[in-house]
């Protein structure tokens, strides 16, 4: 999140958000798995909404349950969002890299 939107957050997906009625209105956030949190995060860098961040403990699960992360799934959901929101990564960069491979095959 922060190579494609500049967010300026270690860690963007602590589970934590704070906004302002006014900001979240804003947001027009549609998310309804789990790449809300990439939604909130994309979407306050875009507005420039004000953000800061407040330290944790991380604490093990003793639950002791498997975890119900499914990695690729839930990785390429998060992946497509982030890239529909940033069009200068899904067709500019990937065109102008073939264009490049093509401009030199010929």
Same mark, same amino acid.
């Given at each position: 999140?922060?190579?494609?939107?500049?967010?300026?957050?270690?860690?963007?997906?602590?589970?934590?958000?704070?906004?302002?009625?006014?900001?979240?209105?804003?947001?027009?956030?549609?998310?309804?798995?789990?790449?809300?949190?990439?939604?909130?995060?994309?979407?306050?860098?875009?507005?420039?909404?004000?953000?800061?961040?407040? /330290?944790?403990? =991380?604490?093990?699960?003793?639950? *002791?349950?498997?975890?119900? %992360?499914?990695? @690729?799934?839930?990785?390429?959901?998060?992946?497509?969002?982030?890239?529909?929101?940033? /069009?200068?990564? =899904?067709?500019?960069?990937?065109? *102008?890299?073939?264009?490049? %491979?093509?401009? @030199?095959?010929?």
């Amino acid at each position: 999140l922060n190579l494609l939107f500049h967010s300026g957050l270690h860690d963007s997906h602590c589970g934590m958000r704070g906004f302002t009625r006014e900001v979240f209105d804003r947001m027009d956030v549609r998310s309804s798995g789990m790449e809300f949190a990439s939604e909130f995060v994309i979407k306050a860098a875009q507005l420039g909404a004000k953000k800061s961040e407040i /330290p944790i403990t =991380l604490w093990r699960d003793k639950r *002791g349950r498997p975890p119900h %992360l499914r990695s @690729f799934r839930d990785g390429w959901r998060h992946m497509r969002f982030m890239l529909l929101y940033a /069009p200068n990564w =899904l067709f500019i960069l990937p065109g *102008g890299l073939l264009m490049a %491979l093509g401009l @030199f095959l010929t």
